[in-house]
């Protein structure tokens, strides 16, 4: 018996997609390989997504609402499977940052996912020696993430980035080049404000490693700290109020925010062809 043949439509949202998008597919009389040929995709990918080994595409749910007549049924249903290409343990936190009225995020490594460009994301992605199509799925998310900052009512964004997110190229000069630019760029945004903390500033508070500290509109606030293997959501108001405190310090040893922009762009300058 093939896995597909054992899912549970009602064991998760990918579950329901994958075995509606197979149910949907029988019932027009349309083979798996007929369908992943008009997919533009390999038979076998399509057999993994039938069977959840496998995230659907956007455009896989576009062509399946309108080959099928869903109306954007599937299309609906894509964003909430998305969410199935992060880790179980960072699910609740971006649930959490969608919540969020206020972000304050420290990075010392790579720029912060809710700014990565598509083409900086997918290089952060290789380093990690994963699958070609786990890469896709990852960045997918990634930037599917990021729409909270394009909603009507988009989340106070305040960022402090390491110098050495600015100094460590990541992919190509081209690709680190767009990602500065599109720094830059973000910082243009009312509700965005960014500073950088210089290496002349020597240790800092943020030496213990990157997090993010959400300010909800309802609930109580939370911290999430990055680690090796996986983060950790905390919502013990003493370690809100140290992670608030310990950004507060870094804001004080920043650079300003027009100074941070200028420092960004003499970064990307170097870039320069």
């Excluded at 600015?166 to 960014?194: C, D, K, Y």
């Excluded at 990157?210 to 090796?228: C, I, M, Q, S």
């Amino acid at each position: 018996m093939a896995y597909a043949d054992e899912l549970d439509p009602s064991a998760s949202v990918l579950s329901f997609y994958a075995t509606d998008l197979r149910r949907r597919r029988e019932l027009a009389g349309i083979s798996q390989r007929d369908l992943a040929k008009r997919a533009h995709m390999a038979p076998s990918l399509l057999n993994k997504i039938e069977a959840t080994k496998r995230l659907p595409t956007k455009d896989l749910s576009e062509l399946c609402d309108e080959i099928f007549g869903t109306g954007d049924h599937f299309q609906r249903l894509w964003p909430l499977v998305i969410k199935y290409a992060y880790p179980s343990w960072f699910r609740p936190f971006v649930d959490l940052e969608e919540a969020a009225a206020i972000i304050r995020s420290f990075q010392v490594q790579v720029v912060p996912g809710l700014l990565q460009t598509e083409d900086y994301a997918r290089a952060v992605f290789s380093a990690r020696r994963l699958e070609a199509d786990r890469v896709e799925e990852q960045v997918t998310a990634r930037m599917e993430r990021q729409h909270i900052l394009t909603r009507k009512t988009p989340p106070e964004l305040w960022v402090v980035l390491d110098e050495h997110v600015l100094r460590r190229r990541t992919g190509s000069p081209e690709t680190m080049r767009a990602q500065l630019e599109h720094l830059i760029s973000a910082a243009e945004i009312p509700s965005n404000v960014f500073q950088v903390v210089p290496y002349d500033v020597g240790a800092h508070a943020g030496n213990e490693g990157p997090f993010a500290a959400l300010t909800l509109n309802e609930g109580r606030d939370v911290v999430y700290a990055d680690g090796f293997l996986q983060g950790q959501i905390f919502a013990d108001p003493a370690d809100v109020k140290a992670a608030v405190r310990a950004y507060d310090l870094l804001t004080a040893v920043a650079l300003s925010p027009s100074r941070s922009i200028d420092l960004i762009a003499d970064v990307m300058k170097g870039l320069s062809p």
